[in-house]
């Protein structure tokens, strides 16, 4: 009887450390998610930046030529 109850208490345990495991798993898929967006996010921004600058650039140059 004594070795009945060890053994589930042992399953038991082993499979809560399971459900943690899991739960760590999907927490780190999560944020490689999160920081995956993050980057594009960053990547758009620098572009839109970059279209910014060739703009006012563009602008100045326009602006030279007339004066």
Known sequence: MKILIATLAVASLAGCGLDAVGGA???AAIKKQELEQGK????????KIDQ???????????NAEKQ
């Not at 594009?40 to 572009?47: H, I, N, P, R, S």
């Not at 910014?52 to 326009?62: F, N």
Request: no cysteine.
């Open 25 to 27: 798993a999907t927490g």
């Open 40 to 47: 594009k996010t960053m990547q758009q921004a620098e572009q």
């Open 52 to 62: 910014a600058m060739k703009l006012q650039q563009q602008s100045s140059e326009v």
